[in-house]
């Protein structure tokens, strides 16, 4: 498990290129027969990415960085498929995932395991967990049947479908809140006028973007702003005094997770376009 601290709002101001991307993105997270994991002090987010191949992979604690006896004895877990249909245990229920359907797992499951279902298309499963302080029922989320809401208009560029998929509407949560946002053909802009969360950490991960594309991902104060060239399969940590949006040169899909003080899908302090910097 790799172990990072973020930078603060001020540090961060004097770094270089390489500096940043060290410390915010996240670029290796699917590599074939292992679990990555990363956790990070903000939050006490884990991010993490497994790839199954010939034998099942099994989700453990890391004693010196968790110090718990398993994975989620205080934790909580969302999970994303975002390769070819593949399985996940949890405990005594198993569950089939098919591209972009998700299994929310509750604090003191023991037992998670992931498995493919074809070894020539193996799953990529993409999964952000956070402390929990309250367990709830291990959820299966198929996509297309969660929240969804049309956003943007193909004017700006912005538009999208956004789906909730683990929030107190939908799979019930203790404070992680997590979902999936799909652009549509010819936009290329995400959260635009962007915002930031005092009270939470966000998560973006990145997919579906073309091989020949790359992603723009705009951090920082909104008077001093960053990016982040983001490809194909990764992530981007964003602390709550950094803004995040992305521009990309074609569209592509995202999922989105947060974690913190609240669950409040509408709790954030937007951020004019006139007063980026």
């Known amino acids: 498990m790799e172990v990072r601290y ?72 969302g999970v994303f498929n975002v390769g070819g249909k593949g399985k996940v245990v949890a405990d005594k229920d198993e569950f089939v995932l098919g591209f972009r359907d998700a299994v929310y797992i509750g604090r003191g499951t023991k037992e998670i395991g992931f498995s493919s279902i074809d070894l020539h298309k193996p799953a990529n499963f993409y999964f952000v967990s956070y402390p929990a302080h309250s367990s709830y029922p291990t959820t299966f989320i198929k996509f297309g049947e969660t929240f969804s809401a049309k956003l943007g208009n193909q004017r700006e560029a912005n538009q999208r479908t956004l789906n909730r998929y683990i929030h107190p509407g939908g799979a019930k949560s203790a404070q992680l809140v997590m979902g999936l946002t799909e652009l549509d053909e010819g936009s290329i802009w995400n959260t635009m006028p962007s915002h930031t969360h005092q009270r939470r950490t966000e998560i973006y991960f990145y997919f579906n973007v073309d091989q020949n594309a790359v992603v723009f991902h705009i951090m920082g104060q909104p008077s001093e702003t960053r990016h982040i060239v983001v490809r194909d399969k990764q992530a981007v940590i964003s602390p709550s005094w950094s803004i995040h949006s992305g521009g990309g040169t074609k569209n592509y899909s995202f999922i989105w997770a947060m974690g913190g003080e609240n669950q409040e899908f509408e709790d954030m302090d937007d951020v004019d376009v006139s007063v980026l910097r």
């Not at 679990?35 to 099994?58: E, H, N, S």
């Not at 010196?64 to 004895?73: I, L, P, T, V």
């Open 6 to 77: 973020t930078p603060d709002v001020i540090s961060y101001k004097t770094m270089k290129t390489e500096d940043i991307r060290k410390a915010f993105l996240m670029e290796d997270l699917f590599q074939e027969g292992k679990i990555q994991t990363i956790y990070f002090d903000l939050d006490r987010a884990i991010v993490g990415g497994a790839v199954p191949m010939k034998r099942p992979l099994f989700l453990e604690s890391s004693k010196k960085e968790m110090a718990a006896d398993f994975f989620a004895q205080r934790r909580e877990i």
